[in-house]
């Protein structure tokens, strides 16, 4: 049993080349044991398991992530995935309350192919959570009985408006549908994560204030160059506009 680890989870889905290998360079770069499920074919990346035959969802994704904790030997367990570039400071965290889902809100969003980041203070996505590794599998097992339970097509891409009341990120989904509530915390590394917000993210993009159903008062926008511990020119160069 090691005190940190890390899953990893990714659908193989049309990722522009760049994005994959860097995300995976910087997580690589933490140090810490790393457990990763993909679809349709294996990664040489970590403890790598192959789920086959399944389709890109949220079921699948909740399969792969109870997949992951089942084969994880370590306490903590930070959720990493395949767009998202994390600082080394963002492994320094040790959750303090073990029964407390915390979220790193340290984060700057890219539009990729521009020269476009945004940031706010209530950024909390499931690729920044850092938790217990029980306290996951316990969430994600109730989740997976909800979608169960409400008919989620086990095969089906599409995210029913129901499922989007009902959120994605532990904690935050308390009170709906029979899941209970549940602590949240947060906590800000020494220096920001970089969430690449390409044309196949698996969510909105979320890079104009519009696109906000609740409008952040601290919204901020800025350009690449001004991401706190990242040369982004540097490190996708030719690929940055093409």
Not at 109 to 131: A, E, K
Not at 196 to 223: A, G, L, Q, Y
Request: aromatic letters at 12%.
């Amino acid at each position: 049993m090691t005190l940190k680890g890390i899953i990893y989870y990714t659908d193989n889905y049309k990722l522009d080349r760049p994005i994959m290998p860097m995300a995976q360079r910087f997580i690589a770069e933490s140090g810490l044991p790393i457990v990763s499920v993909s679809l349709k074919r294996p990664i040489s990346f970590g403890k790598n398991i192959v789920l086959k035959g399944k389709t890109r969802g949220l079921y699948t994704l909740t399969l792969q992530i109870l997949t992951a904790l089942a084969n994880s030997h370590s306490r903590y367990i930070f959720f990493c995935e395949h767009d998202i570039l994390y600082h080394r400071t963002h492994f320094d965290f040790i959750p303090p309350k073990d029964a407390t889902y915390y979220y790193n809100v340290n984060v700057w969003r890219w539009r990729y192919h521009s020269d476009l980041v945004i940031t706010h203070s209530n950024i909390r996505s499931l690729s920044g959570l850092c938790c217990h590794r029980k306290l996951a599998i316990q969430h994600f097992q109730r989740y997976r009985r909800v979608l169960d339970k409400q008919g989620l097509a086990k095969d089906s891409p599409k995210q029913p408006r129901w499922l989007r009341k009902l959120g994605y990120e532990p904690g935050s989904t308390g009170g709906k549908m029979g899941l209970p509530k549940e602590p949240i915390g947060t906590w800000k590394s020494e220096f920001p994560n970089v969430d690449i917000r390409h044309r196949f993210c698996f969510t909105h993009r979320k890079t104009n204030i519009e696109s906000c159903v609740r409008k952040p008062k601290d919204w901020e926008e800025h350009t690449i160059d001004d991401i706190p511990g990242w040369n982004i020119r540097e490190l996708f160069g030719e690929h940055l506009y093409v």
